[in-house]
């Protein structure tokens, strides 16, 4: 069966710190790029950062840059989310997914369709004191 699987999310304070992880299964992560998304209740599905298939190139949401940290181990089948400095609006239940790989959908972190589409079941971060 192919999957993803996410974990890493739980309960922090602002300011506080946690690292997602995305582990594939059934699938060789490394003839992805992967993308982490989130949804918050009430709102709409929204791209948080990219990853290329070597890593050399990522893009942040602008409400995330310089706070979160996007990176993959292809030889784990791991992509990991690092996530510093957390404020109560990144609560939501993040996603990875398998991205469009064509350049202009990269960089807006157009999740991939038909048959390169996989998702995750996501994780929960809360932040909250």
């Known amino acids: 069966q192919l999957q993803l699987v996410e974990s890493g999310g739980g309960l922090v304070q602002p300011g506080g710190s946690l690292r997602l992880s995305c582990v594939a299964s059934g699938l060789t992560l490394s003839y992805y790029e992967i993308g982490w998304f989130r949804q918050a209740p009430g709102k709409e599905r929204e791209r948080v950062a990219c990853?290329?298939?070597?890593?050399?190139?990522?893009n942040y949401a602008d409400s995330v840059k310089g706070r979160f940290t996007v990176s993959r181990d292809n030889a784990k089948n791991t992509v990991s989310l690092e996530m510093n400095s957390l404020k109560p609006e990144d609560t939501a239940v993040y996603y990875c997914?398998?991205?469009?790989?064509?350049?202009?959908?990269?960089?807006?972190?157009?999740?991939?369709?038909?048959?390169?589409?996989?998702w995750g079941q996501g994780t929960q971060v809360t932040v909250s004191s």
């Open positions: 997914a398998t991205v469009d790989p064509t350049l202009l959908a990269f960089r807006r972190c157009v999740p991939a369709s038909g048959s390169r589409a996989y």
């Open positions: 990853i290329s298939l070597s890593g050399e190139n990522t």
